[in-house]
């Protein structure tokens, strides 16, 4: 009976020790976690479908336009994703984004000039057109993600 109190009390101590290193994450931190998310996921799907349209693999060619107005829409949105700044959680987000905020802002400015040529491009002169702009919006993301966004664990 005695070695079973010690270790309950071992354990119990253990926990109590080890409860105030697990990192806990705010209900806002987790909801502006889950935005900018929600945000990239449609960036993807946006990209994506534009990508698609693009290299004749769909038929699409009228939602090409509403594919780049959403990127468009999206690029604007990940301005505000992102000025909640967030420890923890379940992200990819660095930290360096809100440490070094200047560098990350001007990315996400450029990202925005990227999508807002693209859209353009994609009611002027369709597939051809927009293709052309295209690769500066894949630029501007990839600019992002190399600096800003962790790898997959």
């Known amino acids: 009976m005695r070695t079973f109190?010690?270790?309950?009390?071992t354990i119990g101590s253990a926990i109590a020790l080890t409860a105030g290193t697990i990192p806990s994450v705010s209900a806002d931190d987790e909801a502006a976690i889950k935005y900018r998310q929600a945000v990239m996921k449609a960036v993807g799907g946006h990209m994506g479908g534009a990508v698609?349209?693009?290299k004749g693999k769909v038929p699409y060619k009228v939602d090409l336009v509403a594919h780049a107005a959403g990127l468009d829409a999206m690029a604007n949105a990940a301005a505000?994703?992102?000025?909640h700044k967030t420890s923890g959680g379940k992200t990819r987000a660095k930290p360096n984004i809100w440490?070094?905020?200047g560098d990350?802002?001007?990315k996400i400015e450029d990202f925005k000039k990227a999508t807002a040529d693209f859209l353009?491009?994609?009611?002027s002169g369709g597939p051809a057109a927009?293709?052309?702009?295209l690769g500066a919006v894949g630029d501007s993301c990839k600019g992002c993600h190399k600096k800003y966004r962790a790898k997959k664990s």
């Open 130 to 133: 927009a293709g052309a702009k």
């Open 80 to 83: 505000n994703a992102f000025k």
């Open 120 to 123: 353009a491009a994609a009611k």
């Open 99 to 101: 440490e070094d905020a």
């Open 5 to 9: 109190t010690k270790a309950i009390v």
């Open 104 to 106: 990350f802002s001007q």
């Open 52 to 54: 698609a349209i693009i």
